[in-house]
């Protein structure tokens, strides 16, 4: 079905702190619109909003036909303890709730409940559209197509997060909504899912707006681009792709700079002027007063026309920057700037693993022999489930071994961003969870720190587990940045962060002189930021290209 979603004039915010207003969005089929923005600028709760999970404070949305289905996939697919995998593909692609509905008028049709033939029809009809009938052979094919070896029937919350990467994946190629909301697709995702997503969204005649971090997957799929500018309270459309809005934004607001600080270099010179002119005509007047005598009325009457000469071109002044047209001045944008603190240097040998072997279920990674050193920056590459993040555990001998020996150098200080930011997920607030870490810091420092980071007041005293994904991100860089490191170690460090703080972790790393270890499905990092050695982990082999 062809479907068009349009928003008008929709606004939205937390608090008393206005996120946007005045929105104006219409996805036509065939649309990709990127919706780009610093985290916290309300990019997800747009999402939700288009999706009808949130009331917007003002504006009204509208759904043509309005039978249609928006399908919204958040940020972080749910694992709920009992759903089978299975279930899990039903419940995202809106099978279940349509099974519920077609359920509900079958009974009704059975009770003889009025109107029971219409509500019939349209739950079919719809339950059809969102592929119900053959969604159990879709699933089966699609999920061997992505090498997702495991049976439907397995619990979710039993798979590694490779698996469930693989999983939400399915969720999204099973999927036939008429509208696609995607929030943070790219996240966990290796480069063969990335391609296999990218074909998908560009091949989609349905309309889609999609919430992602990934620079290269932006580039290749979006042909509209919506920015969400918190910084000076405004929602920006650029016409054409993502690159096109990058120049496009660069463009814009050095034009906006150029032209406030015209009209403010304007207004200053007229304003020079008036206090130049009223200076002159006090002065003629103290003069008149003093050097004229009561017979010298020419002289006088002289002094007195010049001196209301001055007035009046002071008033004329005046009359001008009034009539400036005013142009408010570009707010200042938040910039992260960020540094990776370095510890002294450790010894020559950083980690090294000798026939180390690691069983996890029935995955195994190795036998691994192998050797990092001082000043080593290893790119860590693979698909997703093959073992890399169990690969950095065993160097930093955070797995037990079920053969072989793993050791870390003398001197060796860690600094880490797993793939889970474990550090910030429990009850605890945000700032004891931090402090703890970092004990040598007063609290007055934790707060600057986390400040810095773009976590303020409303965040430090909050559990660190009810933080966003991109916020626990963020606290996890400022650790770095809290204590010094040598071996810094980094996996899939841009999942959930937005861009500024991606460049700018691009930037810390390039400055930071230890010895590194990355993982990350990152094309745009990994072709930005220089190694030394690059590890490929297949199947739990590892190989050194």
Not at 194 to 215: A, C, I, P, Q, Y
Not at 303 to 311: I, L, N, S
Not at 407 to 424: I, M
Not at 492 to 516: F, K, V
Request: aromatic fraction near 4%; proline fraction near 4%; charged fraction near 25%.
């Amino acid at each position: 079905m062809s479907a068009t979603l349009v928003a008008k004039d929709l606004a939205a915010g937390h608090g008393d702190r206005v996120l946007f207003s005045g929105l104006e969005l219409v996805v036509a089929p065939g649309d990709i619109v990127g919706l780009v923005g610093a985290n916290g600028a309300g990019k997800s709760t747009l999402l939700r909003m288009l999706a009808g999970t949130d009331r917007p404070e003002e504006g009204v949305l509208r759904l043509s036909p309005p039978t249609a289905v928006v399908g919204y996939l958040p940020q972080e697919p749910d694992r709920r303890p009992g759903e089978s995998v299975g279930a899990f593909l039903s419940r995202r692609t809106g099978v279940t709730a349509a099974q519920t509905a077609l359920d509900d008028a079958t009974q009704g049709l059975v009770d003889g409940v009025p109107g029971a033939d219409d509500a019939y029809s349209v739950a079919l009809e719809r339950w059809l559209a969102l592929g119900g009938a053959d969604l159990d052979e879709r699933a089966d094919a699609v999920a061997a197509d992505l090498g997702l070896t495991i049976g439907l029937d397995q619990q979710m919350t039993s798979l590694s997060g490779g698996q469930a990467a693989r999983a939400g994946l399915a969720s999204l190629l099973l999927s036939r909504y008429d509208v696609f909301l995607l929030d943070e697709p790219t996240n966990d995702l290796d480069l063969d899912g990335l391609d296999r997503l990218e074909t998908f969204v560009t091949g989609l005649r349905s309309g889609t707006v999609v919430v992602s971090h990934d620079r290269e997957f932006l580039a290749r799929t979006v042909n509209r681009v919506v920015e969400l500018d918190l910084a000076q309270q405004q929602v920006n459309t650029f016409g054409g792709g993502y690159e096109s809005y990058l120049e496009e934004r660069e463009t814009a607001r050095r034009h906006a700079r150029e032209e406030y600080d015209e009209y403010a270099d304007t207004k200053a010179a007229l304003q020079q002027r008036a206090r130049t002119q009223r200076a002159w005509m006090e002065k003629g007047v103290k003069n008149a007063r003093r050097k004229a005598p009561d017979n010298d009325k020419v002289g006088r009457n002289a002094r007195v026309e010049a001196t209301e000469k001055q007035a009046a071109k002071a008033r004329q002044t005046d009359r001008l920057i009034e009539r400036l047209d005013t142009v408010e001045e570009p707010r200042k944008e938040w910039d992260l700037r960020m540094e990776i603190a370095a510890a002294p240097r450790s010894g020559a040998v950083v980690a090294t693993l000798n026939g180390a072997e690691v069983r996890l279920g029935g995955f195994r990674l190795g036998p691994v022999t192998l050797q990092i050193d001082w000043a080593d920056r290893v790119a860590i590459t693979g698909a997703n489930g093959s073992g890399k993040s169990t690969l950095l555990r065993a160097l930093l001998g955070r797995v037990p071994l079920t053969a072989g020996s793993a050791a870390l150098g003398p001197g060796v200080v860690v600094g880490e961003v797993d793939q889970a930011r474990a550090l910030f997920h429990g009850e605890e607030a945000l700032m004891a969870a931090f402090g703890a870490a970092v004990p040598d810091l007063t609290p007055a420092d934790v707060r600057t720190l986390l400040a810095k980071f773009g976590l303020k007041a409303a965040h430090v005293l909050r559990p660190a587990a009810t933080l966003s994904p991109g916020e626990r991100t963020r606290a996890a860089l400022a650790l770095l940045q809290a204590r010094g490191v040598n071996l810094l170690v980094l996996d899939e460090p841009t999942n959930h962060l937005d861009l500024p703080a991606i460049e700018q972790l691009e930037s810390a790393m390039a400055s930071y002189r230890g010895t590194l270890l990355l993982v990350t499905h990152d094309r745009r990092m990994l072709a930005a930021v220089e190694t030394t050695r690059r590890l490929r982990v297949q199947d739990g082999e590892v190989t050194e290209d």
